[in-house]
Structure formats: structure tokens, C-alpha cells
């Protein structure tokens, strides 16, 4: 039903014009503010802990907020493979580029914060002939949209659907391969495909939270660093880039691999709780996500 109603809003957006697509999409968004209150529930109190010295309704409104933000980016999907409809600006882009030129791999690990969608287009835009495999679910496969997947085949992007059973083995085999072949993967790491995965334990806004283990195992497995991205919309139509300097994660001992992997999950937590206190309202991760609290 969903799928049918975003491709009518779509089909009208091709006839009437691109303003027939938020006047659509406003109610439905608000809709499912209304009509979801255990999935809301979840958002309240994931700005309970960002912002703990506020009161509830203003929780409330940061997810009213955070819901309509989301909805923006069904539009930008919409419009991104036309030419200069979606513009960038960036920071830390010369690590990537810098691993792409001299095909020496990377991991591109990304989140769901901003839209890294986007940022996977936009990168081939940014830099013609990059060799990027993007995992994702394959259930979000099916949902991103003919016109992202159709953009991002065109653009030279490998995707790698994971299975919802929890994956493959060669799925991490071609991952490295790919790497040692001087390519780069992306993968989202907040959070698993279908619960089967393996997590890491982290520490975020003074909360236990677990993100996927896979990114760290293969960077530790392939030698390959870590570029930690993120894609905010900070404007209409315009988006900003952000990568961190390259992350390696190395152990001199099959002992030492465990903590490897656990400071290296860390520095990810560490990043994107950095970039959510910028963009507070940029965090599209609608699951639980937050555990047991910590103590200070």
C-alpha cells in the first residue's frame, strides 16, 4: 500500500510539478505521528537522553520535528538524478578521494543520520569512476525506489543485498575482496539488517547502544581503513559531507582482536554522537536504539 502511494505521488510530481509531493507527504508523515504512539514513544525518549534538562514536550516536538525532516528526503530521492537539483559542499573529502585515486580501498561506514542515499549518489557525482560497493538489506533494497537503485547502477555502484536470515560469510568474503582489489564498500553501522547480526556493546549519550561488528571486522581482516561519513541536508536542496580522517583497526595478537573491534565501534559512537549534537534533529534510526543507562 505504501509502495503504491509513493509511486502515485510520484507519477503526479512528473505531471503536476515537484510542489504536488510535499503536499502529499505532510499528512501521511503526520499520520504516522499520530497513529504510532509506541514508535513515537521511542523518539521521546531518544531525545530524552540528548537533551535530558528539557521537559517532555519539547521531547515531543524534537519528534514531531525529526518525523517531518525525515520526510524530506522522499524528495530528494525524487529529484536527485537531475542535474544540479541536489548540491553539496564538503569536509574531509580528500581522505576519500586520496583512497580512491591511489586505489588503496577504504570503508566507508555510514548511519542513519542525514541520508547516506544521497551521499552514495552524490559520491559518484563527486568523483566519476569510483568503485563503490554499497551493502544494504535487502528488504531496504526493495524500498529505496527504482529511481535511487536505477541512479546508483548507472553511477557504477555494486549493491550487495544481505539476506534477512543475518547474511552470508561471502558477503564479508567480497567485501574484502573488493577491498584488496583497491575499491571501496559502504555499509550503514547503527544498527543490523535483521537483529541476526553480531553487535558491539558502545557507550552513546551516557547509554549502552550495540552497533553492527561487521565494518570493524573487515577493516581489521583487510588492513583497509575506515572513513566515518555523514550526509546532513542543511538547506533546501543542499547537503553537506562530512568524513573523518582515516581509521585503522589493528591488533598485534588474535587476542587483542576483541578490543580492536570494541575501540573502533567507540570512535564510531563517539563520532555520531558528536554530529547529532550538531544536527539534532538529522537522526532518522526509528528503532530502539538506546539500552540500559550508564553510570557517569
Known amino acids: 500500500m505504501r509502495k503504491l502511494y509513493y509511486q502515485f505521488i510520484i507519477f503526479l510530481s512528473r505531471k503536476l510539478g515537484i510542489w504536488v509531493f510535499p503536499l502529499f ?72 578521494q586520496e583512497a580512491a585515486d591511489r586505489e588503496t580501498g577504504g570503508i566507508i561506514l555510514m548511519s542513519h543520520m542525514g541520508n547516506w542515499e544521497t551521499a552514495a549518489v552524490l559520491m559518484q557525482q ?46 564479508l568474503i567480497e567485501g574484502i575482496h573488493f577491498l584488496r582489489k583497491g575499491g571501496l564498500i559502504s555499509l550503514t553501522g547503527d544498527r543490523p539488517w535483521s537483529g541476526k547480526e553480531r553487535t558491539v556493546a558502545v557507550r552513546f549519550l551516557n547509554h549502552e547502544a550495540h552497533v553492527l561488528e561487521a565494518p570493524h571486522i573487515i577493516a581489521l581482516l583487510s588492513g583497509a581503513p575506515i572513513f566515518i561519513l555523514f550526509a546532513f541536508r542543511v538547506s533546501r536542496r543542499h547537503y553537506r559531507f562530512s568524513v573523518t580522517e582515516p581509521i585503522y583497526v589493528r591488533a598485534a595478537t588474535r587476542a587483542d582482536r576483541q578490543d580492536a573491534i570494541r575501540e573502533s565501534a567507540q570512535k564510531y559512537a563517539d563520532h555520531m554522537e558528536k554530529m547529532l549534537r550538531r544536527h539534532p534533529l538529522e537522526w532518522f534510526n526509528f528503532e530502539p536504539f538506546l539500552g540500559r543507562k550508564l553510570s557517569d
Open 25 to 96: 507527504v505532510w499528512p501521511v508523515t503526520t499520520a504516522f505521528f499520530l497513529l504510532f504512539p509506541n514508535r513515537v514513544a521511542v523518539g521521546v525518549r531518544f531525545y530524552q537522553a540528548l537533551f535530558p534538562e528539557r521537559r517532555r514536550l519539547y521531547h515531543l516536538l524534537c519528534t514531531w520535528r525529526q518525523y517531518h525532516n525525515f520526510s524530506n528526503l522522499f524528495l530528494d530521492r525524487f529529484i536527485l538524478n537531475q542535474d544540479g537539483a541536489v548540491s553539496h559542499t564538503s569536509e574531509g573529502w580528500e581522505y576519500l
Open 126 to 171: 563527486k568523483h566519476a569512476g569510483m568503485r563503490l560497493l554499497l551493502y544494504m538489506g535487502k528488504k531496504h533494497k526493495e524500498k529505496i525506489g527504482t529511481f535511487i537503485k536505477d541512479g546508483l547502477s548507472r553511477s557504477g555502484v555494486r549493491i550487495v543485498a544481505v539476506d534477512p536470515e543475518g547474511g552470508s560469510p561471502l558477503d
